[in-house]
């Protein structure tokens, strides 16, 4: 199985930037389907970013153009960079993942992880 762990939460101003990072651990694979999902109080879990091993990518609409998903094969590492943050943008992060890409919805996905808090002040 796989565990994922985020970092890189943490308080900003409007219009900062913040780098998030997903480390995986324990069995992976060449092939495979990681995206970024948040969830402030009162509102469901959405997807912000997702993408494959083969480098496919696919961004929220309320994100395009200021949210930037990666992958680093050699770290096992998935990250976030986030700029131009918005206060709408204050919520819980978290990481998932799985071997194939069969939608964006939280269901779609095996593994998660813990979450990483991302708070912006106007």
């Known amino acids: 199985q796989v565990q994922l762990m985020e970092s890189g939460g943490g308080s900003v101003q409007s219009g900062g930037s913040l780098r998030l990072s997903c480390a995986a651990f324990g069995s992976t694979y060449s092939t495979y389907c990681m995206a970024w999902f948040r969830q402030a109080p009162g509102k469901e879990r959405e997807v912000v970013a997702a993408i494959n091993s083969d480098d496919s990518t696919s961004y929220a609409d309320s994100v395009k153009g200021r949210f930037t998903i990666s992958h680093d094969n050699a770290k096992n590492t998935l990250y976030l960079q986030m700029n131009s943050l918005k206060p709408e943008d204050t919520a819980m992060y978290y990481c998932?993942?799985?071997?194939?890409?069969?939608?964006?919805?939280?269901?779609?996905?095996?593994?998660w992880g813990q979450g990483t808090q991302v708070t912006v002040s106007s």
């Open positions: 998932a993942a799985d071997w194939l890409c069969r939608g964006l919805g939280s269901t779609d996905f095996g593994y």
